[in-house]
């Protein structure tokens, strides 16, 4: 019944701009950590941004100074913002939540993740 949903991806100019939004529908309890990770055609899946519960932040070498990650805890909404976007950005967007299921007794989370949302920047 959980799923995330990605939204925001598209085409894109080198040096432009994208943010990306994930919401998380269903029956939540609540959200250990949300973000974003990325993969290209033939590479692999690797971590961009994640925020935590408690606010803190972790990012991919090649997205810091450029990318910010934030959330909205009333919504279960995360976004990610993308300035001066490089055509190696140029990768599937797929959302990440620990997210813990409404209904039982647990404080723990599982795992959920998007179908993701291509984001291309051309040259």
């Known amino acids: 019944q959980v799923q995330l949903v990605e939204s925001g991806g598209g085409l894109v100019q080198a040096g432009g701009s994208l943010r990306l939004s994930c919401a998380a529908s269903?029956?939540?309890?609540?959200?250990?950590?949300m973000g974003w990770y990325r993969q290209a055609p033939g590479k692999q899946r690797d971590l961009v941004a994640a925020?935590?519960?408690?606010?803190?932040?972790n990012y991919a070498d090649s997205v810091k100074g450029r990318f910010t990650i934030s959330r909205d805890n009333a919504k279960n909404t995360v976004y990610l913002q993308m300035n001066s976007l490089k055509p190696e950005d140029t990768a599937v967007y797929y959302c990440?939540?620990?997210?813990?299921?409404?209904?039982?007794?647990?404080?723990?989370?599982?795992?959920?993740w998007g179908k993701g949302t291509l984001v291309t920047v051309s040259s």
């Open positions: 269903g029956s939540i309890f609540g959200v250990n950590s």
């Open positions: 925020i935590t519960s408690g606010g803190s932040t």
């Open positions: 990440y939540g620990d997210l813990i299921p409404a209904g039982g007794w647990q404080d723990y989370g599982m795992d959920y």
